[in-house]
C-alpha cells in the first residue's frame, strides 16, 4: 500500500451513530455528575445525514422566502440549534426543575434556546463541530482532539 489511507480518517459512520459529549460546569470546568457518573448527550456530527438534513431545510426555508439582505441574526441562530436539536441523539443524567427531562427533539431545542442555558449550546456547538470527536478508533488516529482531552469520550457499545 502506498500513500496515506484518508479512510482511516472517515467520520461518516461515527458521526452517525454518535459520540458522548460530557458536560461541565461552565464556571468550574468540573464534570457535571448524576449521582457519581457523568452527566452525559450522545451527539451526531457534523458529517451525518441529520445534520445535513436540518442545515438543508434551513438554507432552503431562507431561499424559498427570498431576499435573504433581510435575514435576521435570531433566524440564523434558531436555525443553527434546530440542527443542533436534531444532532441530539440521547442523554443521561439530565433534569430541569428537579425533574428527569426525557430527551426529545422539542427538549433538546428548548434546553438550547433557553437563554440562561448558553452555556449548553455552546459546549454541544463545540463539540459537534470539532470531527476528531467523531473519528473511527483506531490505533492510527489516537491523538486525543482538545475536546476529548477535555472530557469527552468516544462512543462504545456499553454508552447510552
Not at 80 to 107: F, Q, S
Request: glycine share 8%.
Amino acid at each position: 500500500m502506498s500513500g496515506f489511507d484518508l479512510a482511516t480518517l472517515d467520520t461518516g459512520d461515527t458521526a452517525e451513530e454518535g459520540s458522548i459529549l460530557e458536560l461541565r460546569n461552565p464556571s468550574t470546568g468540573e464534570l457535571l455528575l448524576d449521582q457519581g457518573q457523568p452527566v452525559t448527550i450522545r451527539l451526531a456530527g457534523e458529517d451525518c445525514p441529520q445534520y445535513r438534513k436540518a442545515q438543508h431545510a434551513a438554507q432552503n426555508r431562507r431561499l424559498q422566502r427570498g431576499n435573504l439582505a433581510k435575514l435576521k441574526a435570531e433566524e440564523l441562530e434558531s436555525d443553527t440549534l434546530e440542527i443542533y436539536a436534531a444532532c441530539t441523539l440521547g442523554w443521561r443524567g439530565l433534569a430541569l426543575d428537579g425533574e428527569e427531562l426525557p430527551c426529545t427533539k422539542a427538549n433538546a431545542l428548548m434546553l438550547y434556546r433557553r437563554p440562561g442555558m448558553k452555556w449548553l449550546a455552546d459546549q454541544v456547538a463545540d463539540f459537534i463541530r470539532d470531527r476528531a470527536n467523531f473519528l473511527p478508533a483506531s490505533p492510527t488516529n489516537s491523538l486525543p482532539s482538545s475536546s476529548t482531552s477535555s472530557g469527552s469520550t468516544k462512543l462504545s457499545a456499553t454508552a447510552n
